[in-house]
C-alpha cells in the first residue's frame, strides 16, 4: 500500500502544541521564515511517497545479505539513498560550517517521520549518521572535525554507533572492547561489537564507526569507558581514502523485522588492532556517547510515531475497501457495507488514530524543547528547556514505540485474517515496530531514567512547570464549552490530577523506598504520556477551531480524553499501591 504524509497534521502539530510558532516569535528559528517549513515537509513528503515508500516492501522480502564480507542492501537501496544524499536531505540539520543547513530539530524530526513511515529499515541507518554528527562537532578534535564531518554532513560517508557487545547490552560496566595508545595520537582498538546498525554495507565509500572501549589503565566501570572514531577505510592527508582499517563485518542477524537494514556483527582488530582516534577525553566517553544516544531517542520515538501512521493508513484504506456484514441502519436487502461502518472497527481505527497523533504531539514537543535548549541566549530559559527535554525524552522514546507496537497490531486485527498473511504487508508493520521499544536504552530503562533522574531536576520544580501547563490546557477547554469536546475537560482534568499525585508519590518515595519506586516507574511513565499527549492533542484541537481540519482534531482529542486518558486513575493507583505485588511476586520466581 502506498503511503501518504500526513503533512497537515504534522504542521498543525508543530505549530500549536510543539511551539513552532512561538520560536518563530521568539526569534529562535529566523532561517524557517517565510514559508520554509512547509516547503521542506512538502518536498520531503514528495520523495517519501515517490522513492522510498514503494521500496519498503522489497526491502522486507530481499533483506540485506552478507557474502565474502560484504554486505549488499535490497534492489534500488543504495541508488534512493545517493538521490537522497543529493537531494540535501541528509544535510538538514549538520553544522552550516561543514555544509549542513543547520534547521532545527523540530524540522528535521517532522522529516524523520516521513522517511521512517515511507521506508523503516531505510531511514535507520541516517539517522545514526545524524547522531555521530552531534558527537564529532561537540565533542572531536579539530583534526576529526576537518576530516570527517563534511563528508558525514553530506551523506558521502555514514556513521554508526558501537555500544553493544555480547555480555553487556543495557549493563555497559561489562564492556570489554580494549583501546591500546600507540604512541602517536592514535590507539588500537580490538574486541567484538554486535547489534551494530549499518555496520557495513556499500551504500557509501566509508563508514565512520564510533566505538566503546576501555583503556589499559581506565577505572573499572562506566568510569572506565573512552569513545573511539574508526573509520572503515582510513583517511590520507589529502582528503582521499586510503588503506582498509582493521575491522569488518563477522556476521548478520537474521531478525523479525527490519530486514533490510544490515544489523553487524563487527570484529575489530584481527591483524593487530583498528586504528581508532579519541573522541572526547579519556575515560568520558560515555558522557560523549550520550550526545549520540539522547538524539537517538529522540529519533526512535519520532520511528514509533512514523510506523503507527503507516499502519493506521493502510487499515483505514482496507476499512473503506472490505465489505463485510451490513450497517445497522441498512435497508432490507442492502448489500454488504464497507467493515469501517461498523463502531468496533471505526473505535480501533480511532484508537490507532489517536494514539498517533498522541505520540506525535509528545515527539515533537521534545524536539522543540532541545531546540530551545540550544538556541535559547537567557541562560534561565535554556535551563529550563534543557529539563524540559530531558523530562520528555524517557516518556516520548518509550510511550511512541510502545503506541507504534500497538497500533500496528490493532492494523492487523482490522484487517482480520487478511492481516495475519504476509501478501498484505499489515504483518510488517509489527515485525517492524518491535525492536523500537528494545533499542536505545529498552523501555523499561526510560522508565527507571525517568523516575530516578529526570523528577528530581531543580527539586521536582520542573516537573511541576508541566504539569501546570496540561492543567492550563484542561482550563482552557473547560472555557471553550465546545459540546464537541464531550468529557474531554473531565477526563484530562483527572488525568493531570492522577499524574501530579502519582509525582508527588514518587519525589516522596525514591529517596527512602527505591524498590517501591522503581516498581511503579514503567505505570508512572504511561500515566505522564496520557496526560502530556491528551493535553497536547486538546491544545491542537483548540487552536484548529474554525479551520478545515478543526473537526477532526477535535474529535480525535475527545476520542483520547475520553478512552486512552480514562485510564489515569488507575494507573495512579497501580505506581501509589502497587509495589507490594511486585515485591511479593519474588516468591514466585524462586529457585
Same mark, same amino acid.
Given at each position: 500500500?502506498?503511503?501518504?504524509?500526513?503533512?497537515?497534521?504534522?504542521?498543525?502539530?508543530?505549530?500549536?502544541?510543539?511551539?513552532?510558532?512561538?520560536?518563530?516569535?521568539?526569534?529562535?528559528?529566523?532561517?524557517?521564515?517565510?514559508?520554509?517549513?512547509?516547503?521542506?515537509?512538502?518536498?520531503?513528503?514528495?520523495?517519501?511517497?515517490?522513492?522510498?515508500?514503494?521500496?519498503?516492501?522489497?526491502?522486507?522480502?530481499?533483506?540485506?545479505?552478507?557474502?565474502?564480507?560484504?554486505?549488499?542492501?535490497?534492489?534500488?537501496?543504495?541508488?534512493?539513498?545517493?538521490?537522497?544524499?543529493?537531494?540535501?536531505?541528509?544535510?538538514?540539520?549538520?553544522?552550516?560550517?561543514?555544509?549542513?543547513?543547520?534547521?532545527?530539530?523540530?524540522?528535521?524530526?517532522?522529516?524523520?517521520?516521513?522517511?521512517?513511515?515511507?521506508?523503516?529499515?531505510?531511514?535507520?541507518?541516517?539517522?545514526?549518521?545524524?547522531?555521530?554528527?552531534?558527537?564529532?562537532?561537540?565533542?572531536?578534535?579539530?583534526?576529526?572535525?576537518?576530516?570527517?564531518?563534511?563528508?558525514?554532513?553530506?551523506?558521502?560517508?555514514?556513521?554508526?554507533?558501537?555500544?553493544?557487545?555480547?555480555?553487556?547490552?543495557?549493563?555497559?560496566?561489562?564492556?570489554?572492547?580494549?583501546?591500546?595508545?600507540?604512541?602517536?595520537?592514535?590507539?588500537?582498538?580490538?574486541?567484538?561489537?554486535?547489534?551494530?546498525?549499518?555496520?557495513?554495507?556499500?551504500?557509501?565509500?566509508?563508514?565512520?564507526?564510533?566505538?566503546?572501549?576501555?583503556?589499559?589503565?581506565?577505572?573499572?566501570?562506566?568510569?572506565?569507558?573512552?569513545?573511539?572514531?574508526?573509520?572503515?577505510?582510513?583517511?590520507?592527508?589529502?582528503?582521499?581514502?586510503?588503506?582498509?582499517?582493521?575491522?569488518?563485518?563477522?556476521?548478520?542477524?537474521?531478525?523479525?523485522?527490519?530486514?533490510?537494514?544490515?544489523?553487524?556483527?563487527?570484529?575489530?582488530?584481527?591483524?593487530?588492532?583498528?586504528?581508532?582516534?579519541?573522541?572526547?577525553?579519556?575515560?568520558?566517553?560515555?558522557?560523549?556517547?550520550?550526545?549520540?544516544?539522547?538524539?537517538?531517542?529522540?529519533?526512535?520515538?519520532?520511528?514509533?510515531?512514523?510506523?503507527?501512521?503507516?499502519?493506521?493508513?493502510?487499515?483505514?484504506?482496507?476499512?473503506?475497501?472490505?465489505?463485510?456484514?451490513?450497517?445497522?441502519?441498512?435497508?432490507?436487502?442492502?448489500?454488504?457495507?464497507?467493515?469501517?461502518?461498523?463502531?468496533?472497527?471505526?473505535?480501533?481505527?480511532?484508537?490507532?488514530?489517536?494514539?498517533?497523533?498522541?505520540?506525535?504531539?509528545?515527539?515533537?514537543?521534545?524536539?522543540?524543547?532541545?531546540?530551545?535548549?540550544?538556541?535559547?541566549?537567557?541562560?534561565?530559559?535554556?535551563?529550563?528547556?534543557?529539563?524540559?527535554?530531558?523530562?520528555?525524552?524517557?516518556?516520548?522514546?518509550?510511550?511512541?514505540?510502545?503506541?507504534?507496537?500497538?497500533?500496528?497490531?490493532?492494523?492487523?486485527?482490522?484487517?482480520?485474517?487478511?492481516?495475519?498473511?504476509?501478501?498484505?504487508?499489515?504483518?510488517?508493520?509489527?515485525?517492524?515496530?518491535?525492536?523500537?521499544?528494545?533499542?536505545?536504552?529498552?523501555?523499561?530503562?526510560?522508565?527507571?531514567?525517568?523516575?530516578?533522574?529526570?523528577?528530581?531536576?531543580?527539586?521536582?520544580?520542573?516537573?511541576?512547570?508541566?504539569?501546570?501547563?496540561?492543567?492550563?490546557?484542561?482550563?482552557?477547554?473547560?472555557?471553550?464549552?465546545?459540546?464537541?469536546?464531550?468529557?474531554?475537560?473531565?477526563?484530562?482534568?483527572?488525568?493531570?490530577?492522577?499524574?501530579?499525585?502519582?509525582?508527588?508519590?514518587?519525589?516522596?518515595?525514591?529517596?527512602?523506598?527505591? %524498590?517501591? &519506586?522503581? *516498581?511503579? #516507574? @514503567?505505570?508512572?511513565?504511561?500515566?505522564?504520556?496520557? !496526560?502530556?499527549?491528551?493535553? /497536547? $492533542?486538546?491544545?491542537?484541537?483548540?487552536?484548529?477551531?474554525?479551520?478545515? %481540519?478543526? &473537526?477532526? *482534531?477535535? #474529535? @480525535?482529542?475527545?476520542?483520547?480524553?475520553?478512552?486512552? !486518558?480514562?485510564?489515569?486513575? /488507575? $494507573?495512579?493507583?497501580?505506581?501509589?499501591?502497587?509495589?507490594?505485588?511486585?515485591?511479593?511476586?519474588? *516468591?514466585?520466581?524462586?529457585?
Amino acid at each position: 500500500m502506498s503511503y501518504r504524509a500526513p503533512v497537515e497534521d504534522i504542521l498543525a502539530t508543530m505549530r500549536h502544541v510543539a511551539g513552532l510558532d512561538a520560536l518563530l516569535a521568539d526569534g529562535l528559528a529566523p532561517e524557517l521564515e517565510d514559508g520554509v517549513t512547509e516547503a521542506v515537509l512538502e518536498e520531503a513528503a514528495k520523495f517519501a511517497g515517490d522513492v522510498l515508500s514503494p521500496l519498503n516492501r522489497i526491502g522486507d522480502q530481499h533483506g540485506s545479505t552478507l557474502k565474502d564480507g560484504v554486505v549488499t542492501t535490497p534492489p534500488g537501496w543504495k541508488e534512493a539513498y545517493h538521490a537522497w544524499a543529493q537531494g540535501g536531505w541528509n544535510a538538514l540539520p549538520g553544522p552550516e560550517a561543514y555544509g549542513g543547513q543547520g534547521l532545527p530539530n523540530l524540522v528535521q524530526s517532522a522529516c524523520t517521520e516521513m522517511w521512517n513511515s515511507a521506508a523503516f529499515a531505510f531511514a535507520l541507518g541516517p539517522l545514526l549518521t545524524v547522531g555521530a554528527i552531534e558527537a564529532v562537532h561537540a565533542h572531536g578534535s579539530d583534526h576529526l572535525k576537518e576530516t570527517y564531518l563534511a563528508k558525514l554532513v553530506s551523506g558521502e560517508w555514514m556513521g554508526t554507533m558501537n555500544l553493544t557487545e555480547p555480555q553487556a547490552g543495557s549493563d555497559l560496566n561489562a564492556l570489554r572492547a580494549k583501546a591500546e595508545r600507540a604512541g602517536d595520537g592514535t590507539y588500537k582498538i580490538t574486541g567484538q561489537k554486535i547489534f551494530i546498525t549499518y555496520g557495513e554495507h556499500e551504500m557509501t565509500e566509508n563508514i565512520v564507526h564510533l566505538v566503546l572501549a576501555r583503556l589499559p589503565d581506565a577505572p573499572p566501570g562506566t568510569r572506565g569507558i573512552s569513545l573511539f572514531l574508526v573509520p572503515k577505510y582510513l583517511v590520507n592527508g589529502d582528503g582521499s581514502l586510503g588503506e582498509r582499517n582493521d575491522v569488518r563485518c563477522s556476521g548478520i542477524e537474521h531478525k523479525l523485522g527490519i530486514h533490510a537494514s544490515p544489523t553487524c556483527s563487527m570484529a575489530y582488530g584481527d591483524k593487530g588492532g583498528a586504528i581508532g582516534w579519541l573522541i572526547g577525553e579519556e575515560n568520558r566517553g560515555l558522557a560523549c556517547m550520550f550526545t549520540m544516544m539522547n538524539n537517538a531517542r529522540l529519533n526512535v520515538a519520532i520511528q514509533g510515531v512514523a510506523i503507527a501512521e503507516r499502519a493506521y493508513q493502510q487499515a483505514l484504506a482496507f476499512a473503506q475497501e472490505r465489505r463485510q456484514g451490513i450497517a445497522l441502519d441498512a435497508p432490507k436487502g442492502a448489500p454488504m457495507s464497507p467493515i469501517i461502518v461498523h463502531p468496533d472497527i471505526r473505535r480501533m481505527l480511532m484508537e490507532m488514530r489517536a494514539k498517533t497523533q498522541g505520540a506525535r504531539a509528545l515527539a515533537l514537543m521534545l524536539a522543540a524543547a532541545l531546540d530551545r535548549s540550544h538556541r535559547e541566549t537567557d541562560p534561565a530559559r535554556r535551563k529550563a528547556a534543557a529539563e524540559r527535554a530531558a523530562i520528555l525524552t524517557p516518556v516520548a522514546k518509550a510511550y511512541a514505540t510502545d503506541i507504534g507496537v500497538e497500533v500496528a497490531s490493532t492494523g492487523i486485527q482490522v484487517h482480520g485474517g487478511m492481516g495475519y498473511v504476509e501478501e498484505t504487508g499489515a504483518a510488517q508493520h509489527l515485525r517492524d515496530a518491535r525492536i523500537a521499544t528494545i533499542y536505545e536504552g529498552t523501555n523499561g530503562i526510560q522508565a527507571i531514567d525517568l523516575v530516578l533522574r529526570k523528577l528530581p531536576l531543580s527539586n521536582g520544580e520542573a516537573v511541576q512547570a508541566l504539569i501546570d501547563e496540561m492543567r492550563g490546557v484542561v482550563a482552557a477547554v473547560r472555557e471553550a464549552n465546545t459540546p464537541g469536546f464531550g468529557q474531554a475537560a473531565a477526563r484530562l482534568g483527572a488525568a493531570v490530577d492522577s499524574l501530579e499525585h502519582a509525582t508527588r508519590w514518587m519525589l516522596a518515595t525514591m529517596g527512602v523506598d527505591q %524498590a517501591s &519506586a522503581l *516498581a511503579g #516507574a @514503567t505505570p508512572y511513565l504511561k500515566l505522564f504520556a496520557l !496526560a502530556q499527549g491528551g493535553t /497536547g $492533542l486538546a491544545k491542537k484541537a483548540l487552536a484548529l477551531r474554525g479551520e478545515d %481540519a478543526g &473537526a477532526a *482534531a477535535l #474529535a @480525535t482529542a475527545r476520542f483520547f480524553a475520553e478512552h486512552n !486518558a480514562a485510564e489515569a486513575p /488507575g $494507573l495512579e493507583l497501580a505506581v501509589t499501591e502497587g509495589a507490594g505485588a511486585v515485591e511479593d511476586s519474588a *516468591a514466585v520466581f524462586a529457585a
